[in-house]
Structures are given as C-alpha cells and as structure tokens.
C-alpha cells in the first residue's frame, strides 16, 4: 500500500508537467479512451512519467474535465502486456463532498457508451455500490455489455477511497487480469 501511495503521489507531482487534452466532454473522453482499448492505449498514451518495476506510468493525452490528473499504466505480465487509465477526480478531507461526487460520477458514467464502427451504441452497465463513512473503501463496477472479444474484461471501476486522512474519488478503466488469471495451465496428455 505504501508503494501504491508513493507511486500516486510521484504521479501527481509530475502530471503537471504534462499537458493534457481537457477540451472533450465527459462522455467523449470516456468513449476515447474505451476505443482505445483493443490498441493498448496507445493513441492517447503520452510521455513516460514514471517507471518503477513492474509498471511504467505515461501522461494521458486526453483527460476528464475537472479531473485532477489522468495517466495511463502499463502493467508487465509474464503473459500478456496489460494496461489501465486512471483519472483522480477528487481528494478532500469532507466525507459528504466526497460521496457526492462519487454519486454524480456513477450517473455520469451510465450515461457513457462507445459507438461502434457499424453505428452500434452500447451503454457501460454496472452495480452501484453506495459508500459508508466507516467503510474506508468503496467501488462500483460498469462494463461495456457487448460479446466482442475486444472489449473482453474491460471494466470501468469508481472508487472512493480513505487514504492519509483524506478520501480521493478515483475512475479506473483496466482490463488487467493478474498472472494467475491469464496463465494457460499446461497439462501433459
């Protein structure tokens, strides 16, 4: 956990450096960055930030209105070659303020989709989870509901987070499976 913090705190101070693309809607940036997805990220990847072991952190190209800062991690698995993107929307010491922008965040996802190259429009379908001030976190899931391969495990996650006496409402967009999950298990005929 330790790491996690440091790591966000080393992005966070280098995300100013890079400029990010702020001029999209919530949605448009939501259906970028979920298009991107087949291309690892690649077309909004920016500027390498920061490399530490097994994750190397770029500067997103694109970023959420009102969000603190976006960047996009590139995880090192023995199987597969994983990203996410990650959008820091909130930090506050105010529980209620908090919460309230993890509710608006989750309408505001629901009403994102992708547009298909055939003109198809799938919604992100999800759980709510809603927040306690006791539980130090808290997440909801959407998913893109579509049987295509490309966006197979893709998930949208908002989280709301106790972290260092503060809560920080966070979006996450991954399709990372862990090592275990993505292993092929070998079996002799």
Not at 8 to 25: C, E, G
């Amino acid at each position: 956990m330790k790491t996690f913090i440091a790591l966000i705190l080393a992005v966070m101070a280098f995300s100013s450096v890079y400029p990010q693309d702020t001029t999209r809607s919530f949605p448009q940036v939501i259906d970028l960055v979920l298009r991107d997805f087949p291309n690892n990220l690649r077309h909004i990847t920016g500027d390498l930030v920061l490399a530490q072991g097994e994750t190397e952190n770029y500067a997103s190209t694109v970023a959420l209105p009102e969000s603190e800062n976006c960047f996009i991690t590139h995880y090192h698995s023995t199987q597969d070659t994983t990203v996410s993107w990650q959008a820091r929307m909130l930090v506050t010491d105010d529980f209620g303020k908090a919460d309230h922008a993890y509710q608006e965040l989750y309408r505001k996802l629901q009403q994102c989709y992708i547009q298909l190259m055939d003109g198809t429009i799938i919604y992100l379908k999800g759980t709510w989870s809603p927040a306690k001030e006791s539980a130090p976190f808290t997440a909801s899931t959407l998913k893109l509901s579509i049987d295509d391969q490309r966006y197979k495990g893709v998930k949208v996650e908002l989280e709301l987070v106790y972290e260092l006496a503060q809560w920080g409402v966070t979006i996450n967009i991954f399709s990372r499976e862990t090592d275990d999950q993505a292993r092929t298990v070998f079996r002799e005929p």
